[in-house]
């Protein structure tokens, strides 16, 4: 009987979510566009910290996806959707063979090594210049759909929804087993004939292709790219505070998590103008201090201690 | 034996082929060395606070470069309100530093130090990012400087001109590596920290205040990091995102060094810095000298695990 | 033919030799028991045949081919079973889904089917209520979810390290009837440490002794109990 409400609720979630565009304005569409792009990250980050392994890559392979799709649109006069998928393409073999490198060595180092990506691609980019568009960045000539707003919006979406299908999926699968068993013990893991190396490279790698294509459609459209914006702290920042704060190892907590900070995002932008993002600072610091389970450990855990109790 | 056979050679050659390319840089770009030395100061005497909470409170510390220019920051104020010179700040930044590192240690870290390794990393992350952000808050995104003339001073040997001042980072990191070798071999209170460090459990069953180390390990640390701070708004421009990159060379060079030993970041310093160096003196190519740090990084990485295969 | 032959295994962490150049030999569906003093390699040398940890030197051969370097989850796969003298069960996962792994990733079958054998192996150890979560089992369940864990992975050489430790003689024998049941039904080699004398005297064939890593003994038991060699070892090892 719970199943059947699940469904149906998930299906009406769902229809809001289509048909958002034609109930709610266009300041309304901007912010859901932007908390959808912020959800993606969230998702995929939290899918490879269910193996244990912290990365802080975000910003370097959305800004890496970013550029890639544009530069593929202006270099090879590729289609903006072909460009997007290109841009999930170049980030995935990019974090394949960064995972290949570093992912024998796990926990600080690869958490380290994720932190400097965007540094590094930020110099490559900038020095670069005659192939990136150096420090002031690069502009396409055409806005994806022409700016119709409403398809932008759909993108956005389908992005997203390709997440969630994914997060779920390794929640469902023998992935979920491996990724956990990781996670708990490596020892164990391996004594039970699991091949670490390859299923955190795979997992990192389709994490980052998610982050990469995210980055290519926030590109897409908004048009432009820039080393600073493209590579911004924000979106390392961001999704953590807010796959902590919903809860990390599944697929609901980061989905809550971004829409309660997405929401409340837009309002400390305007009463914090220069230097908001202290606010996401100070909630992951609380988070992991006081509630390191997020707001769905919480209140699952209540729910068990009803059952038992 | 076979293992310790084997490896003094390596690191006798490493050692010889390091000092040969040094030497022959010396002839070819004199400046290269010279300034590389420089820069070497600067990373080592950031670095080796890092080191030091690594090796006796088992923490990362992402906020590490975040603090050095905090302290920075802290001066230019200084300075700038009150006229102080940079050095005469050094004291009260130092001490501001040492609470500072105190009030985080017991109000953040402190609570996380038997929680996963990942909620520690989480935990100096976000710390990083409100020090940052504050900064940003506060002070705005704009550079800041203070202009001392004695920065300038140059020196002449034979036909090579170099900035002199550089040195100073030399200098405070010798200091430094001493100060802390000398604590930590000599004093009572230094001896207690390496045994915490060596074996949390056992220097708690043989009675030694295992949390009264680590803060005030920790604390230390962090004033370190306040003489790096003041030092380098001496002779840089600050802004709040500045101190990301020293967190990360620091790391470089920890884990080049081998975690926790401290004079081995000397030499992976000096490596970095005439690395960098030399790249940077090639005109117009300057820009990728920041990227060495990261290869390093790689290097290092693929040599622990194929070391730790046999 | 042998299963399983080591030779001149070494391993070394640091000063301290925790196995000396070791030759050992286990053949088809024997069960030999592995005893020593406190510190004497047991679970280093069973680290080492399950690739957990590499030897410094020597060499291993399963079904005749050289695994020296054969990674652990491909051990795991060809048939090396072993379970852990301290037990880090998966505590994010249910007592069932701890065993599910092996049979999903060892023995690659799919979900449903690992979840069948899964309950089947549970149902041979009298395990119950196979969806609790770790938290709520007890020491012998934990004891039994180890050793279905390890059976899970579809081993032929089988290694138990100190399984009856911590659990009452009631206790003790339901493990070893289990024990003696998984041997006769799968042929399975098994090498059995244990401090209990008698679960070794009960369960086991022959046993090797082991002391700061060297083989000092080997043979049926009750001629290896009275070895002067073996009894100084166990002496110098209480004193
Ligand atoms: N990872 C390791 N690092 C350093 N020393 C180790 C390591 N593993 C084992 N040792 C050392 O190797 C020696 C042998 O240990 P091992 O655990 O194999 O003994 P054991 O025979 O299983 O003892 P017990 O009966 O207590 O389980 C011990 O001195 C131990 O301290
Ligand atoms: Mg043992």
């Given at each position: 009987?719970?199943?059947?409400?699940?469904?149906?609720?998930?299906?009406?979630?769902?229809?809001?979510?289509?048909?958002?565009?034609?109930?709610?304005?266009?300041?309304?569409q901007?912010?859901?566009?932007?908390?959808?792009?912020?959800?993606?990250?969230?998702?995929?980050?939290?899918?490879?910290?269910r193996?244990?392994?912290?990365?802080?890559?975000?910003a370097?392979?959305?800004g890496?996806?970013?550029?890639?799709?544009?530069?593929?649109?202006?270099?090879?006069?590729?289609s903006?959707?072909?460009?997007?998928?290109?841009?999930?393409?170049?980030?995935?073999?990019?974090?394949?063979?960064l995972?290949i490198?570093?992912?024998?060595?796990?926990?600080?180092?690869?958490?380290?090594?994720?932190?400097?990506?965007?540094?590094?691609?930020?110099?490559i980019?900038?020095?670069?210049?005659?192939?990136?568009?150096?420090?002031?960045?690069?502009?396409?000539?055409?806005?994806?759909?022409?700016g119709?707003?409403?398809?932008?919006?759909?993108?956005?979406?389908?992005?997203?929804?390709?997440?969630?299908?994914?997060?779920?999926?390794?929640?469902?699968?023998?992935?979920y087993?491996?990724?956990?068993?990781?996670?708990?013990?490596?020892?164990?893991?391996?004594?039970?004939?699991?091949?670490?190396?390859?299923?955190?490279?795979?997992?990192?790698?389709?994490?980052?292709?998610l982050?990469?294509?995210?980055?290519?459609?926030?590109?897409?459209?908004?048009?432009?790219?820039?080393?600073?914006?493209s590579?911004?702290?924000?979106?390392?920042l961001?999704?953590?505070?807010?796959?902590?704060?919903?809860?990390?190892?599944?697929?609901?907590g980061?989905i809550?998590?971004?829409?309660?900070?997405g929401?409340?995002?837009?309002?400390?932008?305007?009463?914090?103008?220069?230097?908001?993002?202290?606010?996401?600072?100070?909630?992951?610091?609380?988070?992991?201090?006081?509630?390191?389970?997020?707001?769905?450990?919480?209140?699952r855990?209540?729910?068990?201690?009803?059952?038992?109790? | 034996?076979?293992?310790r056979?084997?490896?003094?050679?390596?690191?006798?050659?490493?050692?010889?082929?390091?000092?040969?390319?040094?030497?022959?840089?010396?002839?070819?770009?004199?400046?290269?060395v010279?300034y590389?030395?420089?820069?070497?100061?600067?990373?080592?005497?950031?670095?080796?606070?890092m080191?030091?909470?690594?090796?006796?409170?088992?923490?990362?510390?992402?906020?590490h470069?975040?603090?050095?220019?905090?302290?920075?920051?802290i001066?230019?104020?200084?300075c700038?309100?009150?006229?102080?010179?940079?050095f005469?700040?050094?004291v009260p930044?130092?001490?501001?530093?040492?609470?500072?590192?105190?009030?985080?240690?017991?109000?953040?870290?402190?609570?996380?130090?038997?929680?996963?390794?990942?909620?520690?990393?989480?935990?100096?992350?976000?710390?990083?990012?409100?020090?940052?952000?504050?900064?940003?808050l506060?002070?705005?995104?704009?550079?800041?400087?203070?202009s001392?003339?004695?920065?300038?001073?140059?020196?002449?040997?034979?036909?090579?001109?170099?900035?002199?001042?550089g040195?100073?980072?030399?200098?405070?990191?010798?200091?430094?590596?001493a100060?802390?070798?000398f604590?930590?071999?000599?004093?009572k209170?230094?001896?207690?920290?390496?045994?915490?460090?060596?074996?949390?459990?056992?220097?708690?069953?043989?009675?030694?205040?295992?949390?009264?180390?680590?803060i005030?390990?920790?604390?230390?640390?962090?004033?370190?990091?306040?003489?790096?701070?003041?030092?380098?708004l001496?002779?840089?421009?600050?802004?709040?995102l500045?101190?990301?990159?020293?967190?990360?060379?620091?790391?470089?060079?920890v884990a080049?060094?081998?975690?926790?030993s401290?004079?081995?970041?000397?030499?992976?310093s000096?490596?970095?810095?005439?690395?960098?160096?030399?790249?940077?003196?090639f005109?117009?190519?300057?820009?990728?000298s920041?990227?060495?740090?990261?290869?390093?990084?790689?290097?290092?990485?693929?040599?622990?695990?194929?070391?730790?295969?046999? | 033919m042998?299963?399983?032959?080591?030779?001149?295994?070494?391993?070394?962490?640091?000063?301290?030799?925790?196995?000396?150049?070791?030759?050992?030999?286990?053949?088809?569906?024997?069960i030999?028991?592995?005893?020593?003093?406190?510190?004497a390699g047991?679970?280093?040398?069973?680290?080492?045949?399950?690739?957990?940890?590499?030897?410094?030197?020597g060499?291993?051969?399963?079904?005749?081919?050289?695994?020296?370097?054969t990674?652990?989850?491909?051990?795991?796969?060809?048939?090396?079973?072993?379970?852990?003298?301290?037990?880090?069960?998966?505590?994010?996962l249910?007592?069932?889904?701890?065993?599910?792994?092996?049979?999903?990733?060892?023995?690659?079958?799919n979900?449903?089917?690992?979840?069948?054998?899964?309950?089947?192996?549970?149902?041979?150890?009298?395990?119950?209520?196979?969806?609790?979560?770790?938290?709520?089992?007890?020491?012998?369940?934990?004891?039994?979810?180890?050793?279905a864990?390890?059976?899970?992975?579809?081993?032929?050489i089988?290694?138990?390290?100190?399984?009856?430790?911590?659990?009452?003689?009631?206790?003790?024998?339901e493990?070893?009837?289990?024990?003696?049941?998984?041997?006769s039904?799968?042929?399975?080699?098994i090498?059995?440490?244990?401090?209990?004398?008698?679960?070794?005297?009960?369960?086991?064939?022959?046993?090797?002794?082991?002391?700061?890593?060297?083989?000092?003994?080997?043979?049926?038991?009750?001629?290896?109990?009275?070895?002067?060699?073996v009894?100084?070892?166990?002496?110098?090892?209480?004193?």
């Open positions: 009987m719970i199943k059947y409400w699940k469904y149906i609720l998930i299906a009406i979630i769902l229809l809001l979510g289509v048909l958002f565009p034609f109930y709610a304005g266009a300041y309304q901007s912010i859901a566009r932007t908390v959808l792009i912020y959800l993606v990250l969230a998702i995929s980050w939290d899918m490879l910290l193996s244990g392994q912290l990365s802080f890559g975000m370097g392979l959305f890496i996806g970013s550029y890639a799709s544009v530069l593929l649109l202006l270099r090879l006069g590729a903006p959707m072909l460009s997007i998928l290109g841009a999930g393409l170049v980030a995935f073999v990019v974090a394949a063979l995972g490198l570093v992912l024998r060595l796990r926990a600080m180092y690869f958490a380290i090594t994720t932190l400097a990506i965007g540094e590094i691609f930020r110099i980019i900038r020095n670069w210049s005659s192939f990136t568009g150096g420090p002031e960045g690069a502009i396409l000539p055409n806005i994806i759909f022409d119709d707003p409403v398809l932008s919006y759909w993108l956005v979406l389908g992005l997203a929804l390709l997440a969630i299908v994914l997060s779920v999926i390794f929640q469902k699968t023998r992935i087993f491996a990724l956990t068993a990781i996670r708990n013990n490596e020892v164990v893991a391996k004594s039970s004939g699991i091949n670490i190396f390859k299923y955190l490279v795979i997992v990192f790698a389709i994490t980052s292709a982050q990469g294509m995210a980055g290519g459609v926030f590109a897409q459209t908004y048009g432009f790219v820039t080393p600073e914006s590579f911004s702290a924000d979106y390392i961001l999704p953590i505070a807010m796959a902590l704060l919903g809860g990390i190892y599944g697929t609901l980061p809550i998590g971004t829409v309660l900070l929401v409340l995002a837009e309002y400390l932008k305007l009463y914090i103008p220069y230097g908001h993002l202290i606010v996401y600072g100070i909630i992951i610091i609380c988070i992991i201090m006081f509630m390191p389970q997020g707001i769905v450990g919480v209140v855990s209540k729910i068990i201690r009803r059952e038992v109790g | 034996m076979a293992e056979i084997l490896k003094r050679p390596l690191y006798i050659i490493v050692g010889l082929l390091s000092a040969a390319v040094i030497v022959l840089l010396l002839f070819w770009k004199p400046t290269v010279v590389g030395v420089q820069r070497a100061g600067l990373y080592a005497g950031i670095a080796l606070p080191a030091l909470i690594l090796g006796i409170v088992h923490i990362v510390n992402l906020a470069g975040e603090f050095m220019i905090t302290a920075a920051y001066t230019y104020f200084l700038n309100s009150f006229g102080m010179s940079p005469a700040a050094l930044v130092v001490i501001v530093m040492f609470l500072l590192g105190m009030l985080i240690f017991k109000f953040t870290i402190k609570h996380t130090l038997k929680a996963p390794e990942l909620n520690q990393l989480i935990l100096t992350f976000g710390l990083a990012m409100v020090l940052t952000q504050g900064l940003n506060i002070a705005t995104s704009q550079p800041r400087k203070i001392l003339d004695f920065v300038t001073s140059s020196a002449t040997v034979g036909e090579t001109t170099f900035g002199t001042y040195f100073i980072y030399d200098l405070a990191a010798v200091l430094i590596l100060g802390l070798l604590f930590l071999r000599k004093t209170f230094g001896k207690a920290a390496v045994a915490v460090g060596q074996n949390p459990r056992g220097a708690r069953i043989i009675g030694i205040d295992v949390n009264k180390i680590y005030l390990v920790f604390s230390l640390a962090i004033a370190l990091t306040g003489i790096m701070g003041v030092l380098f001496t002779s840089q421009s600050i802004f709040p500045a101190g990301g990159s020293y967190t990360m060379k620091s790391f470089c060079l080049m060094a081998g975690m926790g401290l004079p081995g970041i000397v030499f992976a000096i490596g970095l810095g005439i690395a960098e160096s030399f790249i940077m003196s005109q117009g190519y300057g820009g990728w920041n990227i060495v740090f990261f290869a390093l990084i790689i290097i290092v990485i693929l040599i622990k695990s194929f070391k730790g295969k046999r | 042998s299963k399983l032959v080591v030779k001149s295994l070494t391993r070394r962490f640091g000063g301290l030799v925790a196995v000396d150049n070791l030759d050992f030999e286990l053949g088809n569906g024997e030999v028991g592995i005893i020593g003093p406190n510190g047991k679970t280093t040398l069973i680290n080492l045949i399950s690739g957990i940890c590499m030897p410094t030197s060499s291993i051969l399963f079904d005749d081919k050289d695994i020296t370097l990674p652990a989850h491909i051990r795991s796969r060809m048939g090396i079973g072993r379970t852990f003298q301290l037990i880090h069960p998966l505590e994010n249910s007592l069932i889904e701890n065993i599910m792994t092996g049979f999903l990733f060892s023995q690659g079958e979900k449903k089917k690992a979840r069948l054998r899964a309950e089947d192996l549970c149902a041979l150890m009298n395990l119950t209520d196979t969806g609790r979560e770790i938290s709520q089992l007890n020491i012998l369940e934990m004891k039994k979810m180890e050793i864990h390890a059976l899970a992975t579809g081993p032929s089988l290694f138990l390290d100190e399984v009856m430790a911590g659990l009452n003689s009631d206790e003790t024998k493990i070893i009837k289990i024990a003696k049941k998984i041997a039904s799968h042929n399975m080699a090498g059995v440490v244990e401090h209990v004398m008698g679960v070794i005297k009960e369960l086991t064939e022959r046993v090797i002794v082991l002391d700061s890593g060297k083989l000092i003994a080997k043979g049926v038991y009750e001629e290896v109990s009275k070895d002067p060699k009894i100084t070892a166990y002496l110098g090892g209480a004193a």
